[in-house]
């Protein structure tokens, strides 16, 4: 592989700016944080806080003929002599048993076909550009203004699909995936930065929110008055001398509108970049016409070349959450590949041995992030730096530009060395995401690193305050000072070991559970399938076709018979879970399998449990035999049904049980469900008359080459209104379906031989398996992930993974990624002998304990147990299990729990210091 020179040293660069600030050489481009000019400096990742900087030679005067050697500005400012205008191309040559292709993708530009004068009008931006408009760190310190002329508006708009579901030239006619969803995001958050009644608008074709809990978020956006206008935009023009912009359309209901709006954001779609398609190209994978990486559903993350594979926005136009889970399947796969070579080529890091503070007085350094101008932007710095040294027990503070950076990491390892520090105090963002980091940095000092505490004086503070810098920089100084007074009492803390048990229990045996079952095995993992019924498979036993055409069946039997035949896989169906103990690495479980009850002993638990598909009881479901699902109209192509020939008319009713006040969810399957359907009934029958009733259509993705084959292919869609006048009843013994065309804003009547009810996807509401486990659901009653971005297919309770429907509604190829991430994520810690246990836990003063048991019924983990210790009831804490939340120590009546690093001294500390 080449590795190209990019003129700037990594590890030195601070991303301070000063480069790209002193640099002369402009030039148009669309990521810089002025919007519309790049130097020949700029920042690697625009869209979040800078990490780097790189120097673009095709722009930089150093590099050209007429002025080779010249200039060198950015090298003269450069505070840390990051600049290396010597820099070369690398040749590298590396081993590998696998390569994983994460080329992502790039934005669509706009200007390339300039149809609604977006390299004419400042005003005219990209969701891109606005996102860095509202950011902290972008041009304008997160104001909301005009480009132009730097007012507030108070009109915005947003043009969904530029660049997506459009064949004309330089354009994708695939669905991004992405837009909608960011779009109302980026309107709810002009609002809140906005100090105006701010008015948003986002003109859209349809609004496709499937994602899991994307309609909840969609509804809350209409109920604090974002605008949503179903529309086909017809002409943006510049209104003379005002800066504003009129935007000329057609509504739903075929009215011509005008609007003028102060801003108009593009929300541009997602492309597969020229150097990653020619990337592809040299290592030999197939692209699809759209040059994304060509895969299929039941090897989702597995490229035409044996030993490459895919993840992310490369395979096809998808969120973070997807790309995340992409990921993770991906390392799975590799993993089960590699299994054999694990560890082979480890290396062991070296850890300096901890100092011994036994009997030494805190000596406190504090460290004070400016980061960028996201807190220096708003609080003084200075001025908390100068009070933090002023405080009993400090020694040390100085303020930094970027205390996450690596060579500002650097220098606080020697500073901690030098000032021989025991207590650290950062002030920066969240701990939630930083805390790691510079604990790590405690470790490389030889400093136990339970001996830091973090004041965020970010998301509390300059976020929350940024029209109150005084205020804000008052209360910066409280938040600092609440910190040195716990970290003055911390003590140091170890982490102790556990042997981690090396098989796993997979709860459910449809695709996903089967997936993930047959991965753990092929990474050599003793597996045990759970499954409640008499047979393997799932929903997937009704399933014909996936939306690209291939054979549902003949892959389930594959899967099944690779399954039952596998030696690592003992597999217990007709079973049902009934008792769940212990914590990562040392699960029990009990099940009672054909009247017999046995007891396994698992180190990790992936949930698999499925979901299934709502029996409606609405539109004559049940009472007339030509309504059925759409699963029911699945197992009738299965079965080869000759009556489907007769059919003359067929009628779709989409979102039956979804998208309704008692499931606020769109189950995601349902539309691309019904337009394969549609096309296949038209291939049994051409002649027959398809009609699609909908809200919004949302084949999202690479879907939507699904939906304009079928309009093409005469299916009719008809945009109908179901909160009123809409009806299904037999008239002569025929079926008739009622309905108001939104269009049209007429009644409508269709009678159909066969009518399809495009049903919800529904968890199981009488499962136990939450309970049991003490793990979450969310409001719709499907298992809630730890993190939608951060960890997608882990619980909160660690050890215990989620995939497939039981997470939430989703297509086969995407329940096959999940299983495969959840197994890659299981993996983490069966290869493992041993895991480290968190000693941020509850300890019981058995003295004091009274042996209540209120801790016990309060613990949502299940790590409070009381026990009969010399004849009395005493809490005791199982600390593998406990996640430190505090609510057994918040809640005991005698104050016999505490908590480790959040002792009741501690926290009673802080708030003296506050007082």
């Not at 993840?311 to 096809?316: D, L, M, T, V």
């Not at 000072?481 to 556990?498: G, W």
């Not at 399998?593 to 046995?598: I, T, V, Y």
């Not at 309009?711 to 945009?719: A, C």
């Amino acid at each position: 592989m080449t590795q190209h020179p990019r003129y700037v040293d990594m590890n030195k660069c601070i991303a301070c700016g000063l480069c790209a600030e002193k640099c002369p050489k402009k030039v148009p481009d669309a990521y810089d944080g002025n919007l519309s000019k790049r130097k020949a400096i700029y920042v690697q990742y625009a869209q979040a806080v800078p990490l780097k900087y790189v120097i673009d030679p095709e722009q930089c005067i150093y590099f050209r003929k007429k002025t080779k050697g010249k200039c060198k500005a950015c090298e003269k400012f450069c505070p840390s002599q990051a600049i290396n205008f010597h820099d070369q191309e690398r040749k590298l040559t590396l081993n590998v048993g696998a390569v994983v292709l994460a080329q992502g993708s790039r934005a669509f530009d706009p200007a390339v076909h300039d149809t609604f004068g977006y390299t004419k009008h400042p005003n005219i931006v990209t969701s891109l550009e606005f996102e860095r408009i509202l950011s902290a760190s972008g041009p304008y310190g997160g104001h909301l203004v005009r480009p132009s002329d730097k007012k507030e508006p108070d009109k915005i708009a947003w043009l969904q699909c530029i660049g997506s579901r459009d064949e004309h030239l330089g354009a994708k006619g695939y669905c991004s995936g992405v837009c909608c969803m960011y779009a109302i995001k980026e309107a709810m958050l002009a609002k809140e930065h906005s100090s105006r009644d701010l008015d948003t608008a986002i003109f859209y074709i349809d609004i496709r929110t499937y994602g899991k809990d994307f309609e909840r978020y969609y509804n809350r956006a209409k109920e604090e008055g974002v605008r949503f206008v179903k529309s086909k935009i017809t002409h943006v023009a510049p209104v003379d001398g005002t800066g504003r912009h009129l935007i000329r359309y057609v509504d739903a209901s075929s009215k011509r509108v005008e609007e003028e709006f102060d801003i108009v954001v593009l929300s541009v779609g997602l492309m597969v970049s020229r150097e990653g398609a020619e990337l592809a190209q040299r290592l030999g994978v197939d692209l699809d016409h759209y040059n994304f990486v060509a895969t299929n559903s039941f090897e989702p993350v597995t490229s035409s070349k044996p030993g490459i594979y895919v993840c992310g926005a490369f395979e096809a136009p998808k969120d973070i959450p997807s790309s995340v889970i992409d990921s993770s399947a991906a390392a799975g796969v590799v993993g089960s590949k590699l299994a054999e070579c694990r560890w082979s080529l480890t290396k062991t890091k070296h850890v300096p041995e901890e100092v011994d503070l036994t009997g030494e007085p805190s000596r406190v350094g504090v460290f004070v992030c400016r980061c960028g101008t996201n807190i220096a932007g708003v609080v003084d710095v200075p001025t908390v730096v100068k009070f933090a040294k002023s405080l009993p027990g400090v020694v040390y503070a100085e303020e930094n530009l970027f205390s996450c950076s690596q060579d500002t990491q650097d220098k606080m390892t020697q500073v901690i060395k030098d000032h021989q520090l025991n207590r650290v105090v950062v002030a920066a963002c969240t701990p939630i995401t930083h805390e790691p980091l510079f604990q790590e940095t405690l470790i490389n000092a030889g400093v136990n690193k339970y001996l830091f505490e973090m004041a965020n004086i970010r998301n509390q503070c300059s976020w929350v305050h940024r029209k109150e810098r005084e205020a804000a920089t008052e209360k910066a100084k409280d938040l600092v000072r609440m910190a040195i007074s716990k970290a003055a009492l911390l003590k140091p803390l170890s982490e102790s070991t556990m042997a981690v048990n090396h098989s796993v229990l997979v709860i459910g045996g449809g695709v996903a559970g089967m997936v993930a079952a047959r991965n753990m095995s092929e990474q050599g993992f003793q597996t045990y399938l759970i499954e409640k019924t008499d047979t393997l498979g799932g929903q997937a036993r009704h399933l014909h076709e996936t939306w690209r055409g291939e054979g549902v069946q003949a892959y389930l039997a594959g899967l099944i018979d690779s399954v039952q035949s596998d030696r690592n896989i003992d597999i217990f169906l007709n079973s049902q879970i009934t008792q769940a103990d212990g914590f990562i690495g040392n699960f029990k479980t009990t099940i009672t399998n054909n009247g017999e009850s046995r007891v396994f002993e698992h180190g990790v638990t992936i949930i698999a449990s499925g979901a299934s598909e709502l029996k409606p009881d609405q539109y004559l479901y049940g009472q007339d035999s030509r309504v059925l699902t759409g699963l029911e109209l699945q197992q009738r192509f299965i079965d080869n049904d000759p009556a489907l020939e007769n059919l003359n008319t067929a009628v779709f009713i989409q979102c039956v049980g979804s998208r309704i006040p008692k499931r606020r969810y769109c189950s995601k399957v349902c539309c691309t469900q019904s337009i394969k359907s549609a096309l296949q009934l038209k291939e049994i029958n051409p002649q027959m008359d398809i009609f699609i009733l909908y809200r919004d259509l949302r084949p999202y993705g690479l879907r939507e080459d699904l939906y304009r084959k079928a309009r093409s292919g005469g299916i009719v869609f008809i945009r109908s209104n179901f909160d009123t006048d809409f009806a299904v009843a037999v008239d002569n013994e025929d079926l008739k379906v009622a309905f108001t065309d939104r269009v049209l804003q007429r009644m409508m009547e269709i009678r159909p031989d066969l009518l399809i009810l495009a049903s919800a996807v529904v968890p199981d509401a009488e499962s136990t398996l939450p309970q049991l486990y003490k793990v979450p659901i969310n409001d719709d009653g499907f298992f809630a992930e730890a993190h939608v971005k951060l960890r997608p297919v882990d619980f909160a309770t660690d050890g215990i993974f989620v995939c497939g429907l039981a997470h939430a509604p989703k297509p086969i190829d995407e329940s096959i990624t999940q299983a495969q991430a959840a197994a890659a994520r299981a993996a983490t810690i069966l290869v493992k002998e041993s895991i480290e246990i968190d000693p941020i836990v509850s300890v019981v003063d058995e003295d004091n304990c009274n042996g209540c048991g209120i801790c016990e019924r309060v613990c949502p983990y299940g790590a409070m147990h009381l026990i009969e210790i010399n004849g009395l009831i005493k809490a005791q804490s199982t600390p593998a299990s406990c996640k430190g939340c505090g609510l057994c120590a918040a809640s005991c009546p005698s104050k016999a729990v505490d908590m480790c690093y959040f002792s009741q001294h501690q926290i009673r500390a802080q708030i003296c210091a506050l007082a």
